[in-house]
């Protein structure tokens, strides 16, 4: 027999008797362990992870209906796996390096297309003034 999967000591099963019977402690019960997952990770996705979540949060804060919401998060998914500097962008990315056998400079993360480069002397005070 193969053994359910757990999270925070309770199966699927349970998690889904606590939503319907108790959805206070339910929702306390996810966030303790959503918590709980990201203070386990490595230091260097901590952050990045707590980003993810509130992005998740905000989701299901605008959706009208969990349905609605498994959706918007779903959309996220793929986003991530399809869109613009996807996983698939970046699976290209290095393939094509392989196949050509030569260095190619991988893509902006997305959302710095628009940044702008300050430039600071070295050794010096920083010549950027403010107004005008």
Not at 60 to 81: E, F, G, K
Not at 121 to 131: D, H, K, T
Request: charged share 30%.
């Amino acid at each position: 027999m193969k053994k359910t999967p757990t999270i925070a000591g309770k199966d699927f099963d349970e998690w889904a008797t606590l939503a319907k019977e108790d959805p206070q402690a339910f929702e306390k019960m996810r966030l303790a362990a959503i918590d709980e997952y990201i203070a386990s990770a490595p230091d260097t996705h901590r952050q990045r992870l707590r980003r993810l979540q509130w992005r998740i949060d905000q989701e299901r804060r605008l959706a009208r209906s969990p349905m609605s919401a498994c959706l918007r998060i779903s959309h996220m998914m793929w986003d991530s796996l399809l869109g613009k500097g996807g996983l698939r962008d970046q699976l290209l990315g290095f393939v094509s390096v392989w196949r050509s056998g030569e260095a190619a400079p991988l893509s902006a993360p997305v959302g710095t297309e628009g940044a702008r480069i300050l430039a600071f002397q070295r050794g010096g005070r920083n010549q950027l003034r403010s107004g005008g």
